[in-house]
């Protein structure tokens, strides 16, 4: 009996799932390669993403597909499935009258809303792809260099925002010369556009089945956009093919029993970013769920929007951040209603974007035990905007967090050794093929045998018992050398240190590349500090000179050190707190939150010198 056999034996059941068996292949090459496939097949598929609206309008049309709260009282207004099928028929008949050229897309500057979903789905009808944009390009871009970049680059025929007052500077910094513009709510007052109202009422003629019918698995479906953590960022080809596959690879490893409730999603999660826009939404409309539109975020003064959501909707599916956990157990723990609400309904947790703190696991657990009886797994998935985006899963009842889990049917994961780590690599019917106009990275992206090479690293839980799992082990291109040859990997430390001075710390850049020790460039948790402090109206520079965040800060790393047992490869010698946020023009942030290390460093070099002074200042915390 293994430690996590054992662990489970002595608590309360995890709520049932029917998981997937994880029936392994396992080929070991001579020169150490590894290579892991599901035995399994991959389930039939849909043919394309419009293909499960037109099954659910057909079969049950008032159910509801979408709501999302609206009007001076934010109360729910819900489109059921036979409301939203007419209107993407109309729609889908308006851009078919545009006479669109092949392959140029409807761009999506606005965020998360019924409009978005239904001009998604005419635009994939008429064979158009969509190209949804993160709407941080367009309202905290000072210069929108990203933005004209990618309209240089993919060259959209059409432009939707929900509204036009809103987005006019970003709309009028572009060249929209034979660009047709559509709002939705206002129009802008310099932009000439169309109305979505107008054109949701076009009739429809035969040429929306016609158009239907010539839809193929290898139809582009979206361009959707990497971070730009390297650089400007790729517009990634998704087809039919690769959503449908992977939605079903995600249903396929947690079927849910015939008898269960209807799937009800709420979720905030950005549709320009892979994992809301296909590994969420994709899913939600492919069983025929419910998906409540969650306005809220995970951030101070915008949460509130989603406990009140949360206090309304009892969520089958629930996922989020690390950082939205810790918001919602917080305030759980002081509201049993709350509580109730959440776990009512709810067969599975979710978590990505970050490894999921311990102690936070533990807090939550004990919500779900002390409100249910039971506990619940959180699964978590892995995989990039060239994968559609989940290639593996943790489908199995674990204890254990920060797992990528195992290969879903249909995928092939290719791990090439890497110093003490492996490099991730993934083929499958779920992976692109090739990014929109930049043939040269295409080829760039692929190995001898048709791998994606993804970036990622990651080692196994046991290397004797491959289904185990693998542990997230960081960037690759991430990781570096002290001066004294010692090799630190960025991604597990990283993580593992802002979960040490937990709730203090927000993020963190790790240096030490060609220097004698680790140091760490940190961002407070600003909510956190002021309750810390006790002053919820304290400045940024307040915080980071308090001697309570100081000491906290210095207090959790330095068990971060002794637990490490001493090894320089872990052992984080100075801190300092900063002041100014991450720059999404400075390439610091991805629009997904990820930070970008690299980049980070280079703007920050003057903290990075400041950190390893021979005479450090007092804004630098010596850890001994």
């Not at 396992?26 to 097949?41: F, T």
């Not at 036979?82 to 993407?88: D, L, P, Q, S």
């Not at 709420?266 to 994992?275: E, F, R, V, Y």
Request: aromatic share 8%; with cysteine.
């Amino acid at each position: 009996m293994n430690a996590e056999t054992a662990a489970v034996l002595t608590k309360p059941a995890f709520r049932k799932i029917d998981w997937l068996p994880r029936d392994i292949a396992v080929e070991r090459r001579a020169d150490g390669v590894i290579v892991l496939k599901s035995r399994i097949p991959l389930d039939p598929y849909e043919p394309h993403i419009p293909a499960s609206l037109a099954k659910w309008a057909a079969e049950r049309p008032d159910h509801i597909w979408l709501a999302q709260r609206r009007g001076p009282e934010r109360q729910w207004f819900k489109v059921s499935y036979g409301a939203a099928k007419r209107t993407v028929d109309a729609l889908t008949q308006a851009l078919l009258n545009m006479n669109i050229p092949d392959g140029r897309p409807v761009a999506i500057l606005s965020g998360n809303s019924i409009e978005h979903a239904l001009m998604t789905q005419a635009a994939m009808q008429a064979r158009v792809p969509v190209a949804p944009v993160s709407p941080a390009y367009s309202l905290m871009s000072q210069d929108h260099a990203k933005l004209k970049f990618l309209f240089g680059l993919v060259k959209p025929a059409v432009v939707m925002v929900q509204d036009g007052a809103v987005f006019e500077k970003a709309l009028a910094a572009l060249d929209l010369t034979g660009i047709t513009v559509i709002h939705v709510d206002r129009a802008a007052a310099s932009i000439k556009s169309a109305a979505y109202a107008d054109l949701a009422a076009t009739p429809v003629t035969p040429a929306v089945a016609a158009s239907i019918a010539q839809i193929t698995p290898d139809t582009v479906g979206k361009l959707l956009f990497t971070s730009g953590s390297t650089g400007m960022p790729k517009a990634v080809i998704n087809t039919q093919k690769m959503m449908c596959a992977n939605a079903r690879m995600m249903m396929q490893v947690r079927p849910r029993p015939d008898d269960a409730p209807d799937g009800i999603y709420l979720d905030w999660m950005p549709w320009n970013h892979t994992m809301g826009g296909n590994a969420l939404f994709n899913v939600a409309l492919t069983e025929g769920g419910t998906l409540y539109i969650d306005d809220g975020r995970p951030v101070p003064g915008q949460f509130e929007e989603t406990l009140r959501n949360l206090r309304e909707i009892s969520p089958t599916y629930y996922a989020n951040v690390p950082a939205g956990y810790a918001a919602l157990a917080a305030v759980m723990e002081k509201d049993d209603a709350l509580c109730r609400s959440f776990f009512k309904n709810l067969g599975l947790v979710a978590y990505g974007g970050a490894r999921l703190p311990d102690d936070l696991y533990d807090r939550i657990q004990a919500l779900a035990i002390r409100t249910t009886g039971e506990r619940f797994v959180f699964y978590t998935g892995w995989g990039s905007t060239e994968t559609a985006p989940t290639s593996t899963g943790t489908y199995w009842d674990t204890e254990r967090v920060g797992l990528i889990g195992l290969p879903f049917p249909g995928v092939e994961l290719k791990l090439v050794p890497a110093g003490p780590k492996y490099e991730l690599r993934l083929r499958g019917v779920n992976v692109t093929p090739g990014y929109f106009g930049r043939p040269d990275l295409t080829e760039a992206a692929f190995d001898d045998e048709g791998f994606y090479c993804i970036g990622d690293a990651g080692v196994f839980v046991d290397p004797e018992d491959p289904k185990q799992g693998l542990i997230f082990s960081g960037r690759v291109v991430e990781d570096f050398k002290l001066t004294t040859g010692t090799f630190v990997q960025v991604g597990s430390l990283r993580t593992d240190a802002i979960a040490a001075a937990s709730p203090v710390v927000q993020d963190a850049l790790v240096a030490g590349q060609d220097r004698p020790f680790i140091g760490l460039l940190v961002w407070p948790n600003l909510d956190a500090c002021r309750r810390l402090i006790g002053d919820m109206d304290a400045s940024m520079d307040t915080v980071v000179n308090h001697p309570k965040v100081c000491a906290h800060l210095r207090d959790g790393l330095l068990a971060h050190n002794k637990a490490s047992g001493g090894s320089s490869s872990l052992r984080i010698a100075r801190a300092m707190l900063m002041t100014e946020p991450p720059s999404i023009d400075g390439n610091e942030l991805t629009d997904k939150g990820y930070i970008n290390q690299r980049a980070g460093l280079e703007r920050r070099a003057a903290l990075v010198e400041q950190l390893y002074a021979d005479q450090p200042g007092p804004d630098v915390i010596v850890l001994g």
